[in-house]
């Protein structure tokens, strides 16, 4: 009944989106919770805070950690989702208000006496580089600034410093806000689609002719100038919160000019200025000057670097195919005929048939790795397509870690079901021992993931870092490992027990065969593979490093999604290669040299996870940054591993699987 209501509604959503001449579709459609607030002449607006943050050091800190002005109702949390709250995001409520195209200029507060260690702590903040991020409609706040080797170029950064440490060594804080809202009037009345839009049983579709719409405004951005003033006494004297007063000191809010030093035992007053703009930039557009990336031809470059490299293995891999493999089947078909004498002048690979498909060493290991590389790998692929499709909106702060949660929770499934037909596989078609393989798939990577995380909240936790999980959401977090990931890890176990293993196209020997002697180890061919894969992603391994820890926007996951698809193709074609390799030195031991053929890139990102560390985080302050910073990137690390490990033994498995199919034996 439920289903047929919600069916009814959407027909009558998109039939009356079609049929009615007043209303565009591909102007009325928005994504669930995108939709745009229009605001009145007059109408209230509040400016939200989040944490605090700063590049040098990797612990957030919530705003009112510092000395400043509260709201005179409280300070109040606004709801966030999983993902903010995993982020260390903190949002909270700001005595920030002001009314819809009401340019003013008010007083905020005059805080008491600091005392030496709150002078102390503003001094320590302003040292590391701590930004101040207000939000307004979802949008943060963006601060201009010129660039000091190009005086034509302006910088746009997010947020603005709590304060400054002028050359006297004296520390200032920004205690004036010049703030500018740019605003689009609706022309043509509000959309009652809209309405519609924002609510869930469609109850407020009345009509649509727009003739009561009252047009109004939305926010398609907020700038702001921070300036250190040091207010006249008589200026502030007996000044309540917003009230309007001018003063001589903040007029031109000159950043280059401080005021406000910060002292102990000396009281703090803040001010802020608003100022509205209209804007020809629609509402569904306000986001570009934030997702806005440079560097588009570097995207483009690597993109063609990694096609030149997937073009070269695909052409090996051709080769190996189309020629050496053809050649090698015919010399080998016809060792029972006329050249049965030149049997012995025959080596290579096919002498090694009856031992291609022996079990490896810790088989246990080796499936329960390929499972969550696996689940990995379609976690990322899925996040990834749903962010280049744009349902992952930057408005929704916290959506994108949110999906990966989720999505790496679900396929729990694929990690079961493709670590107990590996299992299965390896054995010959016996099944005796899954349930050990499916629990430990279920456990292995996520324990190791789970064990860093809890080490490392731990430590936020006692730095007081809004970073730290709070208590019940870590809670959730493992009930959700053992509640939901855990048990779809073992019914996609439980569903690969029943299903029929893949049989091996020849026997296998009961005895082993010796392998020869070789000049060179072969695991200096694996760790040598390793950077073909490097090669192909590394560029946009810059990117997002830079967007993780650097705090620069990342957006271009169209290029990530085309990039992704790039590794994938040079993992396989590297580790069939070298796959190949192998066999023809008579060396049937393939299973893990294939999987780390690929997954040797792991290697490569931790190196230039320590080269970026050294040479673009130098000014990364405290142990306990590093310590964050480590964690996660051996994680990161890990993670890649498995992910590009399972890609590479997954495609020398069906070579082997191919080129053994076709030998005929007696």
């Not at 000191?249 to 703009?277: H, K, T, W």
């Not at 702060?397 to 999906?403: A, D, E, N």
């Not at 936020?460 to 490992?481: E, K, R």
């Not at 999987?595 to 142990?623: E, K």
Request: glycine share 8%; net charge neutral; aromatic share 14%.
């Amino acid at each position: 009944m439920a289903s047929l209501s919600t069916s009814t509604v959407i027909c009558t959503i998109l039939f009356i989106l079609f049929v009615h001449p007043d209303i565009s579709p591909a102007t009325a459609f928005y994504l669930p919770g995108s939709y745009p607030h229009r605001y009145l002449d007059g109408e209230a607006l509040a400016a939200k805070v989040n944490s605090l943050t700063s590049a040098s050091s990797k612990l957030p800190f919530p705003y009112y950690s510092l000395p400043f002005c509260a709201p005179q109702d409280g300070v109040n949390r606004a709801a966030e989702s999983l993902g903010e709250l995993l982020l260390g995001d903190r949002i909270e409520t700001s005595p920030y208000r002001f009314s819809m195209f009401k340019n003013t200029s008010a007083f905020l507060c005059r805080t008491d006496p600091v005392s030496p260690a709150a002078a102390d702590l503003i001094k320590s903040r302003i040292n590391d580089a701590y930004h101040v991020n207000l939000l307004l409609d979802t949008l943060p706040v963006v601060r201009y600034v010129r660039n000091p080797i190009a005086p034509d170029v302006l910088l746009r950064s997010t947020g603005f410093p709590v304060g400054v440490r002028a050359d006297d060594g004296e520390h200032y804080v920004y205690n004036h806000l010049k703030l500018t809202v740019l605003v689009n009037k609706q022309k043509n009345g509000t959309s009652k689609v809209e309405a519609l839009m924002a609510t869930a049983d469609a109850a407020e579709l009345v009509s649509f002719s727009g003739k009561d719409g009252g047009g109004g405004y939305t926010v398609v951005g907020f700038e702001v100038v921070p300036c250190s003033v040091d207010h006249e006494e008589a200026a502030i004297k007996d000044k309540k919160m917003y009230d309007e007063f001018s003063s001589k000191a903040a007029a031109g809010c000159d950043p280059s000019i401080v005021g406000m030093r910060v002292q102990a035992n000396r009281p703090l007053a803040f001010s802020y200025e608003v100022a509205f703009m209209e804007s020809t930039v629609e509402w569904p557009s306000r986001w570009d000057a934030y997702l806005e990336m440079g560097g588009a031809q570097v995207h483009w470059f690597s993109i063609l670097n990694s096609i030149v490299v997937v073009a070269f293995l695909a052409a090996i891999v051709l080769v190996i195919l189309l020629r050496t493999v053809r050649r090698d089947l015919a010399q080998y078909e016809q060792l029972g005929s006329e050249a049965a004498p030149h049997a012995d002048d025959i080596a290579g690979w096919k002498l090694v048939a009856g031992d291609a498909f022996r079990e490896p060493g810790n088989p246990v290991l080796l499936c329960v790795m390929v499972g969550d590389g696996v689940r990995i790998l379609g976690m990322g692929v899925v996040t990834i397509l749903f962010a280049a499709l744009g349902f992952m909106s930057p408005a929704s702060r916290g959506t994108l870690v949110t999906g990966m949660l989720c999505f790496y929770l679900i396929l729990g499934v694929a990690a079961g079901y493709t670590s107990v037909r590996l299992w299965k596989t390896v054995r010959h078609g016996d099944s005796a021992g899954w349930k050990s393989v499916a629990w430990l798939a279920s456990f292995v990577f996520p324990g190791i993931g789970f064990t860093v995380f809890t080490a490392l909240n731990c430590v936020l936790w006692y730095n007081g870092s809004t970073g730290a999980v709070p208590f019940v959401l870590f809670v959730v977090v493992i009930l959700l490992w053992f509640f939901v990931s855990v048990p779809l890890t073992l019914v996609g176990g439980l569903a690969a027990s029943r299903v029929h293993h893949v049989e091996y196209p020849v026997k296998t020997n009961k005895i082993a065969r010796q392998v020869p002697a070789a000049q060179c180890s072969p695991w200096l061919f694996v760790a040598v593979a390793g950077t073909l894969p490097f090669g192909t992603l590394f560029i946009e391994l810059f990117f997002i490093m830079s967007s993780l820890w650097l705090g620069r926007v990342y957006y271009v996951f169209g290029f990530l999604l085309v990039v992704l698809g790039l590794l994938v193709a040079v993992c396989a074609e590297v580790s069939v290669v070298l796959t190949y390799m192998g066999l023809c030195v008579e060396d049937w031991r393939w299973w893990w040299r294939s999987f780390f053929a690929s997954g040797s890139v792991a290697a490569y990102i931790l190196g230039y996870a320590v080269y970026y560390l050294v040479f673009d985080l130098h000014s990364l302050s405290g142990p306990v940054s590093a310590a964050i910073y480590v964690g996660y990137s051996i994680l990161m690390a890990l993670a890649v591993m498995l992910a590009t490990g399972a890609v590479g033994l997954g495609a020398s498995f069906w070579f082997v699987y191919f080129i053994f199919s076709t030998v005929k034996l007696d």
